[in-house]
């Protein structure tokens, strides 16, 4: 992670439960979620939950960089009276809900949010809290 330090704007861990990074809206950003995703994972011995988390991360790190131009927040989350399940939360300034669309075949994008819908457990958006949106998804955590 130290090659893409630069990348990150800010890390905030609370007590193992939790992490918090926020990227600049930059193309980087995508490489850098998914890298810290990633890393998070691997500490937290969740190594099978890394792949199909970073890639839900980074298409929805990709839509808010189509859409925002403010910093990008990911955070994870294992709540602890939750011990079977994984949040994810991706925050962008921008305030308008993403929409979920039917991609055709011969379409190069719009299948972000179908993905995270049929990845997840669950999955929603909410308001930011001063402004902004985020959108979250939920995973089980294998025994």
């Known amino acids: 992670m130290d090659s893409l330090a630069w990348e990150v704007i800010g890390v905030i861990d609370t007590e193992g439960d ?4 926020s990227f600049p809206a930059e193309p980087g950003a995508v490489r850098a979620a998914r890298a810290a995703v ?3 994972l691997r500490e937290w011995g969740l190594d099978s939950l890394a792949d199909i988390t970073a890639l839900l991360v980074s298409e929805l790190v990709t839509n808010s960089l189509r859409h925002a131009t ?17 949040l994810v939360e991706v925050s962008d300034p921008l305030p ?5 669309r039917v991609a055709h075949p011969e379409d190069e994008s719009g299948r972000g949010l179908q993905l995270v819908a049929h990845s997840s457990r669950r999955w929603g958006t909410r308001p930011g809290r ?14």
């Open 70 to 86: 403010g910093p990008i927040g990911v955070r994870l989350v294992r709540p602890a009276d939750l011990g079977d399940v994984l």
């Open 38 to 40: 990633r890393d998070r």
């Open 18 to 21: 939790g992490a918090d990074w």
């Open 130 to 143: 001063n402004t902004g949106k985020t959108v979250w998804f939920e995973l089980a955590v294998p025994d």
């Open 96 to 100: 308008d809900p993403p929409r979920e």
